[in-house]
């Protein structure tokens, strides 16, 4: 930036004034730095560029920071260690790879991330592990939430990227059954919104692979599936 050396900060671009108000904050060499939601005013690209230059500085200068934000993406990206808070309560403190595959409760499953959210009961338990009874009558098998007994309510999460539609060319069977209601491409990604027979709406992404074109249409019948170890079973 030193061609913008003779210039006000007002003059500068978002990205040029951030870049300035960090230099100011590091100028003084903090033990801690407290950023707070410091790049919510700038545009996708400049984001990125800044996310990456922030983690460069960060690492560069050893000082710990603190970074608020309300954008999931940018917590997983940004953080070694990350605390959800709702209400002033701190709900679950851990690393970005625990905080998403393994959430303490529904709120930390829904905020950091894309999640399905599927209701159930437990059938019953054995050896800590229990069966669970899913809509239209699907079972699953999963290690068993604390203190749980038979007849408990509880939600089972899957995300997105777990999931795939089932194949009969594979010989896979479907967990769960429905038709699909949408079909949105992301570019990188596409999403399959099955709606199952209880009507919810369950997400399934795709990455898109060149050669690789789905010849599914909104309004078939669609079967989901998903490995024992995809699943996380929260308290209802």
Excluded: C, W
Aim: net charge negative.
């Amino acid at each position: 930036m030193e061609q913008f050396a003779k210039r006000q900060t007002s003059q500068l671009s978002g990205g040029q004034q951030q870049r300035v108000a960090l230099a100011r904050a590091l100028a003084p060499q903090p033990k801690v730095l407290l950023l707070d939601e410091p790049l919510s005013a700038l545009d996708y690209k400049l984001r990125k560029e800044m996310q990456i230059e922030l983690k460069r500085l960060q690492t560069e200068t050893g000082i710990t920071f603190v970074f608020v934000t309300h954008d999931q993406e940018e917590a997983l990206t940004m953080s070694d260690r990350i605390a959800v808070m709702s209400s002033g309560n701190i709900l679950q403190v851990g690393g970005p790879r625990e905080i998403y595959d393994t959430p303490a409760n529904r709120f930390v499953a829904d905020f950091i991330g894309e999640t399905n959210f599927i209701k159930g009961k437990v059938a019953g338990i054995d050896n800590g592990s229990a069966t669970l009874t899913l809509p239209a009558g699907a079972t699953l098998v999963a290690p068993a939430p604390a203190n749980a007994k038979a007849g408990d309510e509880i939600t089972v999460m899957v995300r997105p990227e777990h999931a795939r539609l089932a194949s009969a060319d594979r010989g896979e069977q479907a967990i769960l059954s429905g038709s699909l209601a949408n079909i949105i491409y992301f570019g990188t990604d596409t999403y399959f919104n099955v709606k199952l027979a209880d009507g919810e709406i369950f997400t399934v992404r795709q990455q898109n692979r060149p050669g690789e074109e789905t010849d599914r249409t909104v309004g078939d019948a669609a079967g989901i599936t998903f490995s024992p170890g995809a699943i996380r079973v929260l308290r209802a």
